[in-house]
């Protein structure tokens, strides 16, 4: 049965950081590209970031580029984002997912696996 847990969520002043994980079980990690994404009530769902398998290739969305930091470690089956200088429209449920594949993808569509979420909120 596989398995993705987020943590590390929580309320934060605007400005501040925050590091989320994402500890996988039942699928071989590190076989398995992982992407974040983040939903704000009454919106879609929204790409965040994404590694591939080795950790060596990542891709970010154009709102968060320069400061979130997506990084993973295959001997711990964890993926984590790292925000920096939060703002209040980062404020959404973030979860993070799995897919089969080489390459980062952006679309959640190839996802094959996901987790519950953690929310983020940022005050102003």
Same mark, same amino acid.
């Given at each position: 049965?596989?398995?993705?847990?987020?943590?590390? *969520?929580?309320?934060? %002043? =605007?400005? !501040?950081?925050? @590091?989320?994980?994402? +500890? &996988?079980?039942?699928?071989?990690?590190? /076989?398995?590209?992982? *992407?974040?994404?983040? %939903? =704000?009530? !009454?919106?879609? @769902?929204?790409?965040? +970031? &994404?590694?591939?398998?080795?950790?060596? /290739?990542?891709?970010?969305?154009?709102?968060?580029?320069?400061?979130?930091?997506?990084?993973?470690?295959? +001997?711990?089956?964890?993926?984590?984002?790292?925000?920096?200088?939060?703002?209040?429209?980062?404020?959404?449920?973030?979860?993070?997912?799995?897919?089969? +594949?080489?390459?980062?993808?952006?679309?959640?569509?190839?996802?094959?696996?996901?987790?519950?979420?953690?929310?983020?909120?940022?005050?102003?």
């Amino acid at each position: 049965q596989v398995q993705l847990v987020e943590s590390g *969520g929580g309320l934060v %002043q =605007a400005g !501040g950081s925050l @590091r989320l994980s994402c +500890a &996988a079980s039942g699928l071989p990690f590190s /076989s398995y590209t992982m *992407g974040w994404f983040r %939903q =704000a009530p !009454g919106k879609n @769902r929204e790409f965040v +970031a &994404a590694i591939s398998r080795s950790g060596g /290739s990542t891709s970010y969305a154009d709102s968060v580029k320069g400061r979130f930091t997506i990084s993973r470690d295959n +001997a711990k089956n964890t993926v984590y984002l790292q925000m920096n200088s939060l703002k209040p429209e980062d404020t959404a449920a973030y979860s993070c997912a799995a897919a089969r +594949a080489v390459l980062v993808i952006t679309s959640p569509t190839p996802y094959d696996y996901w987790g519950q979420g953690t929310q983020v909120t940022v005050s102003s």
